[in-house]
Structure formats: structure tokens, C-alpha cells
């Protein structure tokens, strides 16, 4: 089974700052490795992704940075908005593939005025 | 659009009681999903399907079942509740790429 974990529970940053979120993973398929934002009574939506041909994907003020001989992979955003504010999770596609990702538990990110 | 549509938005049972969670995508997605979201877990698979007809279990599927009915819709059934099902439920779908999922809006489910 196929276990993602994330760190860290909860983030405080201040706007402007850098907010780093970090994710390892067992055992994977596949190279992808997606992030979702999930915003308070809402669904999860997609934010980012990186294939890893490369070791990094910056879209805007996100970046993501993957490490495959350490199985590790992490989420940067910068300059730091209150609109940022939200759960993240990141996940990875199941061993076996078969079309399924395992989600890791959340980080609640908060970016305080 | 309407993109991936659930019903209820919220529900409360009774232990024992059964009820049926409605998913809809009018994307001309193959696959959809059914999660649950609780505290501090993630979003945990229950069931998926890869196509039309086809269902499979995913890490948590004990205490439920699911239809495909057609290519749009997917439904999750709970056959007789239980508290430990109290719950956020999320229906997803995906085209062609399995890892770029849209999730519905959710349905919050209390079993008291």
C-alpha cells in the first residue's frame, strides 16, 4: 500500500513570504506528481503538477521542486497572499497504477496580513 | 458546464439507516472516484471506476457500495450507516489522464 506522507500539519506564514510544503512517497508507478488546493466547503482542484523529466515546474508564484533519488517532492509559493490560504495535498499515482493517486493528509496554510 | 455535480450537500441518519450519495459529470469523463475527507486523514479512494460498467475498491470500500448507472453518473451507497462513516464525501472525475481529477463540491454526512 502505497503511503504519502506530508509536512507539515499546519503553516503560518507571513504575506510575502515563502510557504514550503514537503511530501515523500514508498513507491510509485508512474513520475507525477500532482498538488491540489482545497479552499474551505469546497472541492479539491488541481494547482500544479510536475512530470519528472524535470527536477522542477514553476507556474506563477508556485514552484515545485522533486528529488527521485530521495522519493521526496515539495510545493513552494511565493510572495505569500492571504488569498493562498487553504488546505493543500499532495499525492502521488498508486504503485500498481490502475489509475488511482493516494492523497497525502494536508497542510493548512495560513498567510497572515 | 456543470462539471461534477453531488447530492446532498448535507445528510444526517440515524445508525442502521441506508442512503444513497449521487454523483454526476458532464465532462465525457471515463473514470470517477468516491473519497472520503476526515480530519487529519487526507482523502482516502472507497471505490472507483475505470469505465462504464466497470468498479473497482479502493483503500477504505468496507460499509459501501457503488453503481456506474452510465458513463455520467456514479453512486455511493451506504447500506446500513454507521458512526464511524460520519464523513465529507467527494465524487471526482478524469479523462484520459487518471491524475489530473475534478472533485465535486462535496457532501457532508452526519451518523448519529
Known amino acids: 500500500q502505497q503511503q504519502v506522507k506530508q509536512s507539515p500539519q499546519s503553516l503560518i506564514v507571513q504575506k510575502g513570504g515563502i510557504s514550503i510544503i514537503n511530501c515523500a512517497y514508498e513507491n510509485t508507478a508512474f513520475d507525477y506528481f500532482p498538488w491540489y488546493q482545497q479552499f474551505p466547503g469546497k472541492g479539491p482542484a488541481l494547482l500544479i503538477a510536475?512530470?519528472?523529466?524535470?527536477s522542477e515546474k514553476k507556474e506563477g508564484r508556485f514552484t515545485i521542486s522533486f528529488n527521485k533519488s530521495a522519493k521526496q517532492f515539495s510545493l513552494h509559493i511565493m510572495d505569500s497572499q492571504p488569498g493562498d490560504s487553504a488546505t493543500y495535498f499532495c499525492a502521488a499515482p498508486h504503485p500498481f497504477g490502475n489509475e488511482k493517486l493516494t492523497f497525502g493528509t494536508g497542510t493548512r496554510l495560513t498567510i497572515i496580513p | 458546464n456543470a462539471g461534477v455535480t453531488q447530492t446532498p450537500k448535507f445528510q444526517v441518519l440515524k445508525t442502521g439507516q441506508s442512503m444513497t450519495l449521487q454523483c454526476a459529470q458532464d465532462?465525457?469523463?471515463?473514470?470517477m472516484y468516491w473519497y472520503r475527507q476526515d480530519p487529519g486523514m487526507g482523502l482516502r479512494l472507497i471505490y472507483y471506476?475505470?469505465?462504464?460498467?466497470?468498479?473497482d475498491k479502493g483503500e477504505v470500500p468496507n460499509g459501501y457500495n457503488v453503481s456506474r448507472l452510465n458513463k455520467r453518473e456514479f453512486s455511493l451507497r451506504l447500506e446500513s450507516a454507521a458512526p464511524s462513516q460520519t464523513s465529507v464525501y467527494f465524487c471526482a472525475s478524469s479523462v484520459t489522464d487518471p491524475y489530473e481529477q475534478y472533485f465535486g463540491p462535496g457532501t457532508r454526512l452526519t451518523v448519529t
Open positions: 510536475i512530470r519528472p523529466d524535470v
Open positions: 465532462m465525457n469523463h471515463n473514470s
Open positions: 471506476s475505470a469505465s462504464e460498467g466497470t468498479t
